[in-house]
């Protein structure tokens, strides 16, 4: 049983889909025909009837009283699916969710806003749904309006509002009839950078006062903000459940696994020479896939041939799933010469690549590794998505009172006297 102080128990939570629609009409009808004489369904736990598939696989979480919790991952991870049972959208095929308190959520754009109606009579009508009465509603109603700056136009049509007005409108009447566990859905990308700032200023504060949240955004930059606490979702399970930064850096990395998975898959023609090998290492020499900011690394590559290359040139670029290629480095710029020569060395060569101060913030990272001759036109080889790591540490703070982004510069203040 949860702690009674539990605001949000996922136990055992499974959700089963179907892509072929006539399938799941018929699948539906039998599922619900099977509940109605209480025969529950027949399924065996993780067996899958033709065209179905595992949208949220086994979830286990827990939220308490003033968490803010930042739910992520890829595209299709599962992420929506697990929020829209919370809150009561669609119902787990396995497992039980229970939630104590009353819930507040902003899952799409414009859900549970009739466009007709206006802006006034949407408040009270989603007010109505949460179970407050006229009275409770009266009593923050300016307040409402107020947050959401659109007094101007809360007595006109909601189908007239822009939908940056909307998500206003939407996350004002969600975040500020004060609910037990407050649900929000990348939303909050929408609209004005000073709204979205006003947004996360007021989730402190609802977080300060005891509600729980969950925040779910790929906009990964905006949850160090509020969130302290990250769940990663990658094909419906759970890959991590802790602390914000670890979990960050396990989203980046669980962008760029589709790439390295098509680099392992790569033929194994013979070629002449080519990067059979590369890693990374920290100080100690030993192979580590988490680093601070700061710390020393270094790649190491494995270079194999079967005929003699002189003159050998490699080109390392270090990338970053999101952003793509941060730096490209190359030992022609710094006259760095040699060979792979299979009779001297059948086993290849080792070439070590360090960066004795690892510049980058909070994030995951790989080289992608290009092996050339002496000429511009002699490529030999390429490995891409390979020598994969994380930047863990130390914390970073993105609300002007510490550094974000991608790269920790070197720096210092002063002031003329």
Same mark, same amino acid.
């Given at each position: 049983?949860?702690?009674?102080?539990?605001?949000?128990?996922?136990?055992?939570?499974?959700?089963?889909?179907?892509?072929?629609?006539?399938?799941?009409?018929?699948?539906?009808?039998?599922?619900?025909?099977?509940?109605?004489?209480?025969?529950?369904?027949?399924?065996? /736990?993780?067996? *899958?009837?033709?065209? #179905?598939? +595992?949208? %949220?696989? @086994?979830?286990? &979480?827990?939220?308490?009283?003033?968490?803010?919790?930042?739910?992520?991952?890829?595209?299709?991870?599962?992420?929506?699916?697990?929020?829209?049972?919370?809150?009561?959208?669609?119902?787990?095929?396995?497992?039980?969710?229970?939630?104590?308190?009353?819930?507040?959520?902003?899952?799409?754009?414009?859900?549970?806003?009739?466009?007709?109606?206006?802006?006034?009579?949407?408040?009270?009508?989603?007010?109505?749904?949460?179970?407050?009465?006229?009275?409770?509603?009266?009593?923050?109603?300016?307040?409402?309006?107020?947050?959401?700056?659109?007094?101007?136009?809360?007595?006109?049509?909601?189908?007239?509002?822009?939908?940056?007005?909307?998500?206003?409108?939407?996350?004002?009447?969600?975040?500020?009839?004060? /609910?037990?566990? *407050?649900?929000?859905? #990348?939303? +909050?990308? %929408?609209? @004005?950078?000073? &709204?979205?700032?006003?947004?996360?200023?007021?989730?402190?504060?609802?977080?300060?006062?005891?509600?729980?949240?969950?925040?779910?955004?790929?906009?990964?930059?905006?949850?160090?903000?509020?969130?302290?606490?990250?769940?990663?979702?990658?094909?419906?399970?759970?890959?991590?459940?802790?602390?914000?930064?670890?979990?960050?850096?396990?989203?980046?990395e669980v962008l760029g696994a589709s790439e390295r998975e098509r680099v392992?898959?790569?033929?194994?023609?013979?070629?002449?020479?080519?990067?059979?090998?590369?890693?990374?290492?920290?100080?100690?020499?030993?192979?580590?896939?988490?680093?601070?900011?700061?710390?020393?690394?270094?790649?190491?590559?494995?270079?194999?041939?079967?005929?003699?290359?002189?003159?050998?040139?490699?080109?390392?670029?270090?990338?970053?799933?999101?952003?793509?290629?941060?730096?490209?480095?190359?030992?022609?710029?710094?006259?760095?010469?040699?060979?792979?020569?299979?009779?001297?060395?059948?086993?290849?060569?080792?070439?070590?690549?360090?960066?004795?101060r690892l510049p980058f913030l909070i994030g995951a990272f790989h080289f992608?590794?290009?092996?050339?001759?002496?000429?511009?036109?002699?490529?030999?080889?390429?490995?891409?998505?390979?020598?994969?790591?994380?930047?863990?540490?130390?914390?970073?703070?993105?609300?002007?009172?510490?550094?974000?982004?991608?790269?920790?510069?070197?720096?210092?203040?002063?002031?003329?006297?």
């Open positions: 049983m949860p702690d009674e102080q539990t605001i949000l128990d996922v136990s055992n939570v499974t959700k089963v889909y179907c892509r072929n629609l006539k399938r799941a009409m018929r699948y539906g009808l039998y599922d619900l025909g099977r509940e109605v004489l209480g025969r529950g369904k027949d399924r065996e /736990p993780g067996k *899958l009837r033709p065209g #179905e598939f +595992l949208s %949220v696989k @086994d979830a286990n &979480f827990s939220i308490g009283p003033g968490e803010c919790v930042a739910m992520i991952g890829p595209n299709g991870a599962g992420k929506s699916t697990m929020l829209k049972m919370i809150n009561g959208l669609i119902k787990p095929d396995m497992g039980r969710i229970q939630i104590r308190g009353k819930i507040g959520a902003l899952i799409e754009l414009g859900t549970g806003f009739n466009p007709v109606l206006s802006g006034r009579e949407n408040i009270y009508i989603n007010a109505a749904v949460l179970g407050l009465s006229k009275r409770q509603v009266d009593e923050v109603f300016d307040k409402i309006v107020d947050f959401s700056e659109l007094p101007h136009v809360i007595d006109a049509p909601v189908k007239t509002y822009s939908s940056g007005m909307r998500v206003r409108l939407g996350f004002s009447v969600a975040a500020n009839l004060r /609910p037990q566990l *407050l649900l929000i859905d #990348e939303v +909050l990308a %929408v609209g @004005d950078v000073g &709204f979205r700032m006003k947004c996360f200023k007021h989730l402190r504060t609802l977080v300060a006062n005891g509600v729980s949240i969950i925040l779910v955004t790929h906009a990964i930059g905006m949850l160090q903000r509020v969130a302290t606490r990250s769940i990663v979702f990658n094909h419906g399970r759970i890959v991590h459940d802790g602390e914000l930064e670890a979990g960050c850096a396990v989203y980046e392992e898959r790569r033929q194994s023609a013979a070629r002449a020479a080519e990067v059979a090998n590369a890693f990374v290492v920290s100080h100690d020499g030993e192979e580590s896939k988490e680093f601070h900011t700061g710390d020393v690394v270094q790649l190491r590559i494995q270079l194999t041939s079967q005929e003699k290359v002189h003159n050998a040139r490699i080109v390392a670029a270090l990338c970053s799933p999101t952003l793509g290629v941060l730096a490209s480095i190359s030992t022609a710029h710094q006259n760095f010469v040699f060979d792979i020569d299979p009779a001297t060395h059948p086993d290849g060569v080792w070439v070590t690549l360090e960066l004795p992608n590794i290009s092996l050339y001759g002496p000429e511009t036109t002699e490529f030999y080889h390429r490995r891409s998505a390979c020598a994969n790591f994380r930047v863990v540490g130390p914390p970073v703070d993105v609300d002007g009172r510490g550094i974000s982004g991608v790269v920790g510069l070197e720096h210092s203040w002063s002031i003329e006297s």
